[in-house]
């Protein structure tokens, strides 16, 4: 009597969803239908797992990468501060159009220098050409005669420091005072360019952006 409640049971429950099921077999072709089924839902989640995938990793790596962008920035940004600071407390006596490479300037690039090696935007500092003493001076920039341009290879990047010491900030629509700029640019390499080809292979990516800030004040001197 057992035996045929628990046939009937199982023909019931397989005719609800439509299979065929001898009672005689008992659950022998029910499991091999459940095996069929679990098989397939493996199968289908393994292609969804390989499709979403790439764009998984290409979400992680930008927002990593994005996010270490956000960061350089900020310490270029401080680095520019730091220098704009320490220039506009030195003495203007040796800013002339005919100096090439003031002394009042050296600590301010080292300013700069100090503060990007400091937050390892920087990793190589103070080896090989990657010194304050290496760095190559350029005057008369675009924002005029008072500015010089220097520039330190082999960082292993070449920084970039422009300071402009005939900055004439305008108040009320006349200049008051004399100030300074100081620029500094230092490249960022995106790690993104290369895994955007796992979506588009093939497509243009900028691998490299120059980032450059700008910090003023106002000479005290």
Known sequence: MTRILHRRAVHRA????????????GFSRAAAVGRTLRNDTRGA????FAISLPLLVVFVVGIFDFSGAFNQKQKIAQAAQEGAIIAGAQ???DIQSTN????????????????LAGTNVLPQPNQGSCTVASAAVSQAGPLGPLEWIYKIRGCPDVLTVE???????????????????????YPYHWRFNSVIQLLFPGAPYAATTFISETAKVHNQQ
């Not at 490479?101 to 503060?115: C, E, K, R």
């Not at 300071?163 to 620029?183: K, M, S």
Request: net charge positive; no cysteine.
């Open 91 to 93: 003495t203007m006596s």
């Open 163 to 185: 300071i402009n010491r005939g900055w004439l900030p305008a108040v009320g629509g006349a200049a008051q005072t004399v100030g300074t700029t100081v620029t500094v640019s």
């Open 100 to 115: 090439g490479n003031p002394d009042s300037l050296q600590p301010v690039l080292t300013a700069v220098f100090n503060s």
């Open 14 to 25: 397989t005719n609800r969803v439509g299979l065929k099921v001898d009672p005689s077999r």
């Open 45 to 48: 989640a393994l292609l969804e």
